[in-house]
C-alpha cells in the first residue's frame, strides 16, 4: 500500500512538471508559412534564380560586346661578337656573330599596342546559349515549386504527429479525470462498508495506469512539437494548442508537375544540343589594334601605327562528333520517356491505392464514433449504479478500459486518414 502511494505522489508530480502551457491555438498554416520564409534550401534557389540573369548578361557581354585589352611586350636578343663588340642589340648583326637568325627575331621586340576583338554574325549563337540558360532557369524555377512542396508535405505530417498526441491527451486527461470523481465515490462506499478496500485500490491502480499514459503522450508531444518547429524554424519554445488540420483531397491539376519537369528536362537536352552544334558554324571575327611595334629601339618613334583584320573559321571534319552527339540526346531523350510513362501508371496506382485506403478509414471512423457513443452512454449508466453500489469496480474498470482503446482508436484512425489525404494531396500535383 505504501509503495502503491508513494507511485501516486511521483505520477502526480511528474504530470505537473510536464503540464504543457498552452496559449491561443495555432494552425498549419502558421508552419508552412514560417517553413517556407525561412528554409535555406529555398532561399538558395531563389538566389541560384539570380545566377541565371547575370550568365545572361555574361553571354551577352562575352558574344555582343567589343573585348578590349592593353598589351605590352619586350623581346631581348642579343649578338655576341658582332662587330668586334662583345654584346650588342642590333637588328643587323655581323656575319660572324652569334645569336638567333636576325630574319626570325629582328634583334628584339619592342610593343605597346591597344587590341579590339569583336565577334561578327554570331547571333544564331548567342541565341543558342541563351536559349540554354533560359532552360536552365526554368528547370530550376521548377526545383523551387518541387522545394516548397516537399516542405508542405514534411510539415504537415509533423504537424499531425503533434496533433495526435495532443488528442491523446486530451481523451486521456478525461479518462483520468473520471476516475478521480468516481474514486471519492468509491470511497464513501468503503467507509459505509458497501464496497471493499481492494475495490478503492484497483480503481486507485485504473488512475495509475492511465495518467503513466497521458504522461508519456506528453513526452512524445513536446519531442514531436520541437521537431515540427525545427522543420518550419520557428524560434519561440512555447507549447501551443494546435488547430485540427482543415485537409481536403485536392482536384486534380489541369497538368501534373511531374508532365512538366520531365519536358523541361527534353527541353534543356534539347538546348545543349544546340549550343554544341554551334561549333559547327561558320564563325568570322574581326580584330584590330594600334600603338608601337618595334624592333630596332632606335627607330621606334617610327613604328607607331595600327593594323586590323578579319578572321574565318570553317570547321570541316571532326572524327563525325556531331553525329555521336546527336545519339547521345536521342538515348536520353528515350530514357526520359521511359522514365515519364513509368512515373504515370505509378501514380495513377499509387493514387487509387490512396483513395480506397482513405474511403476504408471514413467507415472505419464512422463506425468507432458509434462505438464510443455507445461506451460514453454505459459509462454514464455504470456511474449512477455505482454510487447505488450496484456495480462491481471490475465492470466499471472494464468499461473504462474499453472506453479508452475505443478512443485510442478513433485518434489512431483519424490520424491515418488525415496522413493518407495529405499523400493523397502530395502526389496530386
Not at 661578337?81 to 654584346?87: A, C, N, P, T, V
Not at 485500490?201 to 492511465?210: D, S
Not at 630596332?296 to 570541316?316: C, M, R, S, W, Y
Not at 482503446?405 to 500535383?429: E, G, H
Request: overall charge neutral.
Amino acid at each position: 500500500m505504501r509503495s502503491a502511494l508513494q507511485f501516486i505522489i511521483f505520477i502526480a508530480a511528474f504530470l505537473c512538471l510536464l503540464e504543457p502551457a498552452y496559449g491561443q491555438q495555432t494552425d498549419l498554416n502558421y508552419f508552412i508559412d514560417h517553413a517556407l520564409k525561412n528554409d535555406p534550401g529555398i532561399k538558395q534557389n531563389v538566389n541560384q534564380q539570380q545566377f541565371y540573369g547575370l550568365q545572361s548578361q555574361l553571354i551577352n557581354a562575352q558574344n555582343r560586346k567589343p573585348q578590349v585589352n592593353f598589351t605590352s611586350d619586350y623581346l631581348f636578343v642579343p649578338y655576341f661578337g658582332s662587330y668586334g663588340h662583345f654584346i650588342s642589340i642590333t637588328p643587323n648583326p655581323s656575319a660572324d656573330a652569334f645569336g638567333y637568325d636576325a630574319a626570325l627575331t629582328n634583334g628584339g621586340l619592342y610593343a605597346t599596342q591597344l587590341n579590339v576583338a569583336l565577334p561578327l554574325f554570331n547571333k544564331k549563337i548567342v541565341n543558342s546559349l541563351q536559349a540554354q540558360n533560359s532552360a536552365q532557369a526554368e528547370i530550376n524555377s521548377t526545383v523551387k515549386a518541387q522545394l516548397e512542396h516537399d516542405l508542405r508535405k514534411a510539415v504537415t505530417d509533423q504537424y499531425i504527429q503533434v496533433y495526435q498526441f495532443q488528442q491523446q491527451e486530451e481523451y486521456l486527461s478525461q479518462i483520468v479525470d473520471e476516475v478521480k470523481e468516481r474514486k471519492i465515490t468509491v470511497e464513501a462506499l468503503v467507509k459505509r462498508g458497501l464496497l471493499q478496500q481492494s475495490d478503492y485500490l484497483l480503481l486507485e491502480i485504473e488512475q495509475n495506469g492511465h495518467e503513466n499514459d497521458l504522461a508519456q503522450a506528453h513526452i512524445a508531444e513536446v519531442n514531436a512539437y520541437m521537431t515540427l518547429k525545427n522543420l518550419a524554424i520557428v524560434t519561440d519554445t512555447g507549447l501551443a494548442k494546435l488547430q485540427e488540420p482543415n485537409l481536403e483531397i485536392q482536384t486534380a491539376p489541369k497538368s501534373y508537375y511531374f508532365r512538366e519537369k520531365y519536358r523541361l528536362d527534353s527541353l534543356s537536352l534539347i538546348a545543349q544540343q544546340n549550343v554544341f552544334n554551334t561549333k559547327y558554324k561558320p564563325q568570322l571575327s574581326l580584330a584590330a589594334n594600334g600603338g608601337m611595334l618595334a624592333s630596332d629601339f632606335t627607330n621606334i618613334p617610327h613604328n607607331v601605327g595600327f593594323q586590323a583584320g578579319l578572321h574565318l573559321n570553317i570547321p570541316i571534319y571532326d572524327g563525325k562528333q556531331r553525329q555521336i552527339n546527336d545519339n547521345q540526346v536521342k538515348v536520353s531523350q528515350q530514357n526520359l520517356v521511359y522514365a515519364r510513362d513509368n512515373f504515370t501508371t505509378q501514380q495513377k496506382n499509387y493514387l487509387q491505392s490512396l483513395k480506397r485506403q482513405m474511403d476504408m478509414f471514413n467507415q472505419s471512423i464512422g463506425l468507432i464514433k458509434q462505438l464510443t457513443d455507445k461506451q460514453e452512454l454505459l459509462i454514464k449508466l455504470d456511474r449512477q449504479k455505482l454510487q447505488g453500489g450496484q456495480l462491481s469496480i471490475l465492470e466499471y474498470v472494464k468499461s473504462i478500459q474499453d472506453y479508452a482503446a475505443a478512443r485510442q482508436s478513433l485518434t489512431v484512425a483519424k490520424i491515418q486518414l488525415l496522413l493518407l489525404t495529405n499523400q493523397y494531396n502530395y502526389y496530386n500535383w
